[in-house]
Each structure stands twice: as C-alpha cells, then as structure tokens.
C-alpha cells in the first residue's frame, strides 16, 4: 500500500516546516487536493500552493484537479512535473485527448469519479489512463466519513481493472479503522489526511498505516 498523504489536512502556513520533515519511505506522494468552487462548492489552493510544495519536498506529487474546464487547467501544472495528474470524469466531454496530453507532457493520467457515478462510464478510457482515483466521499467536504457503498464499488473497479496494469487510488475516509480491508480488495494507494497529519508525528503516522494494510 502507497499513502499521499493530503495537504488539505495541514496548515498551509505550516507547510514550510511540514514538508521538508516528511520521508518518502513513509509518505509516497504529495496529494494536491485542487478546488475550484464550481465543481465542488470549496476552493483550496491552485498554482501558487502547488509551486511552493514543489520547492519544499522531493517526495512525488499527485494533482487531484476537482475542477470544470480540465482542459483550461490541466496544463498549468505540467511544469511541476507531478507524477500523477488526475481529473474528473463527470468534467469533460473529451477525456481521451486530455489525457493523451497529460502523458505528452510527462505525467501519469489519473481518472477520478464522485461515489455516485458509475464505474462504466470511464470504461473507454483504460487505454489512455495509468490510475482510477474513486472518491469515498464527496468531495469537497473535508472531514467526512467512508461512503458505505464504497467497499462494493471498489471490488467492482478492481474487476473492470483486471488485466491491466492500471493502479487503484482511494480518497475519503481512509485511516486505521479501514486500511486493512481496502488493502485486502487491491487498492494501490491510499490518500490520507487526518490520518497523516492530525495526531502525531506524520512519518510515524505514515509508517502505521503501511503497517498496519499489510496485515490484510
């Protein structure tokens, strides 16, 4: 199990102290949690977080881009060179030619869907994408519980999945209470916020929730 550990979870005036403490043994990925305030009602951070991050740590960065016009948006982060960029499928009529260009510009395509949209609907895609990215909350709300249907949907993605080498990435929810049995249905990477950076020192908190989805 990988963890990308959610920067949404931490003061973004802390991340200069934050981030250069995390280890990659620990922590696998930097999730860039983007919102824009039209395709989910919050608005995060966008460019400017980003670069800083970028300029903090050497630990990979996984862009989740909840945001309308991906087209518009996508290509302002190619120059930060983020090894997943990810989008919505519920934002675009034109998925394949967007990720075609994420690939073209360096970074792996993820393909993100809201607990309520279908697994089929990103079927035609798999061709063209390295990573699912399913919501376990909707997003946009920060500090919500593991939508109960989530469980059931993921073996369902996982069996869609079979015979590709496309990853599984799970965002919402996640902490020790259920890492193990997402661990146990296939999922690749766990994103983690509170679980990372809410109680302890992240690295340990990382550490544990590797740990403890090996016991799966």
């Known amino acids: 199990m990988k963890i990308s550990a959610s920067i949404l979870a931490t003061s973004i005036t802390n991340l200069s102290t934050t981030l250069p403490q995390l280890k990659h043994d620990s ?110 909350v909707d997003p946009g709300f920060y500090g919500q519980s593991f939508v109960k249907s989530g469980m059931k949907k993921i073996a369902k993605t996982k069996e869609l999945l079979k015979g590709t080498n496309i990853l599984l990435e799970v965002d919402g929810g996640v902490g020790l209470g259920n890492i193990q049995e997402l661990s146990s249905l296939g999922v ?12 302890g020192d992240p690295n340990q908190n990382g550490t544990l929730l590797k740990q403890t989805s090996k016991k799966a």
């Open 27 to 136: 922590i696998d990925y930097i999730h860039m949690d983007v919102m824009d305030g039209n395709f989910v009602p919050q608005i995060s951070f966008g460019e400017a977080i980003t670069s800083e991050v970028k300029n903090l740590t050497n630990i990979p960065l996984d862009v989740h881009l909840m945001v309308i016009n991906p087209e518009r948006e996508v290509p302002k982060y190619y120059k930060y060179q983020p090894e997943y960029i990810t989008f919505h499928i519920e934002t675009t009529f034109f998925g394949v030619r967007l990720a075609e260009d994420i690939r073209a510009n360096g970074s792996k395509v993820g393909i993100s869907l809201n607990p309520s949209t279908p697994i089929s609907s990103i079927e035609n895609l798999l061709p063209y994408i390295d990573l699912v990215l399913l919501m376990t």
């Open 188 to 199: 690749d990477i766990c994103v983690a916020g509170s679980a990372v950076f809410k109680n």
